[in-house]
């Protein structure tokens, strides 16, 4: 298979990531995703990344199904899932800009640098926030679950 048609294949996977994904997120309130589906839809990316030789996005999805159960009955609703499937958004928006990006030379931190932990359930607004203030010169934490905020907050004060 050539360099083109690699490209094309590697494009199309994450173009139905991304599709899934939003499907997915953009539910009501109510209305859940079944485990069964998730596992499907991370075997199918796993197996999928294994013959394009995406080995960060094979070893993502790997790390996702052994949370998983195929035969599980239980059902997700969109912030769950949202929050299980973090890294695997991450990395599907990452390679969606990677041509964006300008790649510099990461910012010398300086110990007195001004530190912050952003929680929100918006993950798109987490990376977007993170990487400006960043390139300010701040250190910055993000979680998109709120209970994890006191945890941080103490492993914070113990690297300062």
Wanted: charged share 30%; aromatic share 8%; net charge negative.
């Amino acid at each position: 298979m050539n360099l083109v048609n690699m490209e094309k294949y590697k494009n199309s996977l994450f173009g139905n990531i991304k599709n899934k994904l939003s499907d997915w997120l953009e539910l009501d309130a109510g209305q859940a995703i079944p485990a069964q589906e998730i596992f499907r839809f991370l075997h199918s990316v796993k197996g999928t990344a294994g013959t394009l030789q995406l080995c960060g996005l094979m070893a993502i999805t790997e790390q996702l199904l052994d949370g998983l159960d195929e035969d599980s009955v239980r059902v997700w609703n969109r912030a769950e899932l949202r929050n299980f499937l973090f890294e695997l958004i991450e990395h599907a928006y990452e390679y969606e800009h990677f041509d964006e990006v300008e790649i510099k030379a990461k910012p010398v931190r300086d110990s007195q640098a001004p530190l912050i932990q952003i929680i929100d359930d918006d993950i798109s607004m987490l990376i977007l926030l993170k990487d400006l203030l960043e390139d300010k010169g701040w250190m910055v934490i993000t979680n998109a679950d709120q209970s994890k905020r006191q945890i941080n907050i103490l492993k914070c004060s113990r690297i300062a």
